[in-house]
């Protein structure tokens, strides 16, 4: 079933276009996450699904009710869409009790259900018998699940995220980031995450949607986003491949990539690539290194050590290309080797995703 | 059409007119009435608006050689009161954060005190030690054989400056305080002497602070009435906020228009300027105030430095008070300080002359009502302007704060015009009075309540309406609740304010509405200097208690003037 549906959105500020007829869809229970830079328009999309933003045309819809279009505007107060903001915003002048409990009495929820339904949702957040904290009494951590709890306790259709992490220590963002996944199954809401921070969105999303400059450019779960980037943008913004540019072409019937500078590199044969100018990734990990042929000379640049990997950084002609290798046998900046690429991917739309991505 | 969220008009379905486009509306109309329409009644009067466009007002107001004299007197005192201004406050700022002087607490509590009492009071002070028979005037006489001529342009000039030289105080203070001290130190590292610190890292840094605080002060003195009529009226020397009391006393009405025209375009020009500054961006970097800046050692200066400073803060805040306090507890003035003459008589006579009784509970009504209706009118203000996308928001916001550099005369002026004729005929009613007011003091509650306003993230309101609540229940239950204490403080400040009014109320009063500040102005000859001082007092400690509730709010006490 189809809970969020968006059809053209469009949203200027002034001269900037925050959101670019934009659509989507999103299914129940489903946890999506919206990633780009910052000022790409992620913030006002989610503020346009809430009410907090009013865009300047297109549809919106709330498991098939109209929330939004030319004529219809529903207050945020009648959407039932619960968010959960950047800096919390939790209200400094109510005790943890107070700011969980006030959507429910805004709705005149009888005290004793009130009380009973806080108490399980600050149970379901891991906060109980805090009620009587004050937000200034809390850690960010804390903070972070009473926002959390304020937005779920009123059982909404939906649940926005605006960067909710952001504040927290590399170790807290972890242990939310579990908590998050484990609230969504265990309450099947459908959230909306909003973030610039690519292992962030990998490590949560089922779906990943990448936007740029007011446009979601890709949608899908994070492997095929992470494997098989549509456009450079996108694939720039996933980081840690190798973007490579040149010319297809084809010699002794294999396919081969010409690169700048006049060098060559064979091509996998499986990919269907016409001749002419084309972009590859090349995954830092699909490159091997060796101290001897067959393969393309290089010069090791420079090395760092990751723990669990070590990244190089070759010269190989005038291409500056990224290798990552396991820590063993170790080379040392200077040093001439062989390279040789298992496998590379073009980019390029190749086939729509079954929903979400309209041609533009 | 009706207005929506975030201000955005959509088309007109099934609702009836929202709270919130009722609250706007409410504002840009009071605003356009009260503010914009009797200022341009004014500027279009100067230029003979019923006979058709003319200069022949201004060529009037030129050709009487006074009006030259009192626009020459205007910018010479406010210029040099300004100057000494700067010159104190910068020095005491710096003496009293950068330096190892002591007492700084002290200082800072006297220099406050100083600024707690209305200017015109102080003058009442000043009168008695430095007037015609004033005790030290008298003592310099028998001395040295030579007295201080307080009735002149520099006796203006010398009490302005002590009565603003605060508001510079603190503007360079606050930036001092503010500026990154690893600033002056990565420049001391580079090799500057502490001087070349001084001259080319640390005063740039706070210099849009003093001047902006500096063009407020001008702003200030240049409508400064009540202390220019006091001291400059009994030597004849007029100013242009005088020369426009005298015009409209003579029924000229036309005349205290182009008066009040020229004067406004020098406050106006100070009021732009001081935008201009502040709106430049701010080039001081706030730090995490993790360490403070290494105090100065005065050394041998020490000693006499921190004397001149006493005596100058004390000559200053507290003998002038003390003169009042004394007078209003003799029988009558110039009689020594002994037992048999100690009276409490004066106080009595404040509630027992029908006069003064009156004129205490007018102010305290008048005050009490411009003090709610601006706090309103500034809460919607700002709130307009820092939470909605309306078009025209800015030009609300200088419209509310223009009054500003609106000296109190030339107000008064521009309310007669207004009010005189009905359908709004508020002349001769106390209403008036309470307009000129709420307009001449919103600028003040404005400046607060939007410093509190943007303290709060917007999203504090969101969370609520996203909650489920309305638009006006989620004000009303985060919004107002958070907002409380800088609403308070709005209140106190604009009734202390009003409670120790003068030009506005002199010009705009009748009989039955005279206030505190025309009593203690015009009737020292029929009730006595006694009585009046005995007044004075009571302002003054209301004016103190009211800064006390201030504080206790934790509201920025400071942020005034």
């Not at chain 1, 909306?192 to 990943?208: F, P």
């Not at chain 1, 298992?342 to 533009?360: D, F, K, W």
């Not at chain 2, 939007?450 to 969101?462: I, T």
Request: proline share 5%; glycine share 8%.
């Amino acid at each position: 079933m189809i809970q969020l549906r968006i059809e053209g959105l469009r949203k200027r500020f002034g001269q900037v276009i925050a959101l670019d007829r934009l659509r989507l869809e999103t299914e129940r229970a489903e946890l999506l996450v919206i990633l780009g830079p910052s000022g790409c328009g992620k913030t006002t999309l989610l503020r346009s699904i809430a009410g907090l933003e009013r865009p300047d045309l297109g549809e919106i819809y709330l498991e098939d009710e109209m929330v939004f279009s030319k004529n219809i505007f529903v207050p945020p107060y009648k959407r039932r869409v619960g968010m959960v903001f950047q800096n919390y915003a939790l209200w400094p002048h109510m005790d943890v009790f107070g700011n969980v409990a006030y959507s429910l009495k805004v709705k005149k929820v009888s005290n004793r259900e009130v009380r009973r339904r806080v108490g399980e949702i600050l149970k379901l957040v891991q906060l109980p018998g805090l009620e009587r904290r004050y937000p200034h009494e809390l850690s960010g951590g804390q903070q972070q699940r009473v926002a959390l709890a304020r937005a779920l306790v009123m059982e909404p259709r939906l649940l926005l995220l605006d960067e909710p992490l952001s504040n927290l220590d590399a170790n807290l963002r972890e242990e939310v980031r579990m908590e998050l996944k484990r609230i969504q199954g265990h309450t099947g809401i459908t959230m909306i995450y909003v973030t610039h921070d690519q292992a962030e969105a990998m490590a949560l999303a089922d779906r990943i949607g990448v936007m740029e400059s007011g446009r979601l450019i890709q949608l899908g779960p994070p492997m095929e986003i992470y494997e098989r980037p549509e456009t450079e943008f996108v694939a720039r913004f996933i980081g840690a491949s190798n973007l490579v540019s040149g010319e297809v072409g084809e010699q002794d019937g294999r396919k081969i990539l010409r690169l700048q500078g006049g060098m060559e590199v064979p091509l996998p044969g499986d990919l269907k690539l016409l001749p002419g100018p084309a972009l590859l990734t090349i995954r830092p990990e699909e490159i091997i290194i060796a101290r001897d042929g067959p393969g393309l000379p290089a010069t090791i640049k420079n090395a760092t050590y990751l723990g669990n990997a070590i990244e190089y950084r070759l010269a190989v002609g005038n291409l500056s290309l990224r290798a990552r290798t396991s820590p063993g046998g170790a080379y040392a900046v200077g040093d001439q080797v062989f390279v040789r690429v298992i496998r590379s991917q073009p980019i390029g739309p190749r086939r729509r995703h079954r929903r979400g991505l309209a041609p533009h | 059409m009706v207005s929506n969220w975030n201000g955005i008009m959509i088309a007109a379905e099934r609702r009836r007119p929202e709270p919130r486009a009722i609250a706007m509306g409410v504002a840009i109309v009071a605003l356009l009435l009260f503010v914009a329409y009797p200022l341009l009644l004014l500027l279009l009067d100067s230029f003979g608006a019923h006979e058709g466009f003319t200069v022949a007002n201004y060529l009037k107001a030129f050709a009487n050689r006074q009006n030259y004299v009192a626009l020459a007197n205007s910018l010479y005192t406010s210029a040099g009161a300004t100057l000494f201004a700067v010159l104190i406050g910068v020095g005491m700022a710096w003496l009293i954060t950068r330096t190892d002087i002591p007492f700084k607490r002290g200082f800072r509590g006297l220099i406050f005190l100083t600024f707690l009492t209305p200017p015109y009071i102080g003058t009442i002070g000043w009168v008695q030690l430095f007037g015609r028979a004033g005790y030290i005037n008298t003592m310099l006489t028998q001395v040295l054989g030579l007295s201080i001529e307080l009735y002149s342009l520099e006796g203006i000039i010398a009490v302005m400056a002590v009565y603003f030289y605060p508001l510079i105080f603190w503007a360079t203070a606050n930036a001092l305080e503010r500026t990154d001290p690893t600033l002056e130190d990565a420049a001391a590292s580079s090799g500057g002497t502490r001087w070349r610190v001084l001259t080319t890292i640390t005063l740039p840094l706070v210099l849009p602070s003093i001047l902006s605080a500096a063009a407020l002060v001008f702003i200030h003195t240049i409508s400064c009435f009540a202390v220019a009529a006091a001291l400059g009226l009994p030597a004849r020397h007029y100013v242009l906020a005088t020369r426009i009391y005298a015009a409209l006393s003579h029924y000229d009405v036309q005349m205290a228009c182009a008066l009040s025209v020229i004067l406004v375009f020098f406050s106006s020009g100070a009021f732009l300027l001081q935008k201009a500054i502040l709106g430049r961006g701010r080039y001081i970097t706030t730090t995490s105030r993790s360490r403070k800046p290494e105090l100065v050692k005065l050394g041998r200066w020490r000693k006499p430095v921190t004397v001149a400073l006493l005596g100058f803060t004390f000559f200053t805040a507290i003998l002038p008070l003390l003169t009042i306090v004394s007078t209003s507890l003799l029988k009558a003035w110039g009689l020594p300080l002994t037992s048999q003459n100690l009276t409490l008589g004066n106080y009595l006579a404040i509630f027992q002359n029908r006069l003064i009784g009156g004129a205490l509970r007018n102010s305290l009504v008048f005050a009490t009502f411009a003090a709610g209706a601006a706090t309103l009118l500034s809460s919607l203000v700002a709130y307009i302007s820092a939470r909605t996308k309306l078009a025209g928001r800015g030009f609300l916001d200088l419209l509310a704060t223009f009054p500003l550099a609106i000296p109190g005369p030339v107000l008064a002026t521009a309310m007669i015009l207004a009010w005189i004729k009905p359908p709004l005929a508020l002349y001769n009613t106390p209403w008036i009075i309470i307009v000129a007011y709420i307009v001449a003091f919103t600028p003040f509650a404005l400046r607060n309540l939007s410093g509190s306003l943007r303290a709060f993230d917007p999203a504090l309101e969101e969370a609520a309406w996203a909650s489920g609540a309305s638009w006006l229940r989620g004000l009303r239950d985060i919004l107002l609740p958070l907002l409380r204490p800088g609403m308070l403080t709005s209140f106190v400040l604009v009734f202390l304010m009003g409670l120790r009014e003068i030009p506005l109320s002199l010009m705009l009063h009748t009989q039955g509405t005279e206030t505190v500040g025309v009593v203690l102005f015009s009737f020292r000859e029929t009730i006595g200097v006694e009585t009046v001082s005995a007044l004075a007092v009571v302002v003054i400690l209301i004016t103190v208690g009211g800064h006390l509730i201030v504080a206790k709010l934790g509201g920025r006490r400071i942020e005034v003037g």
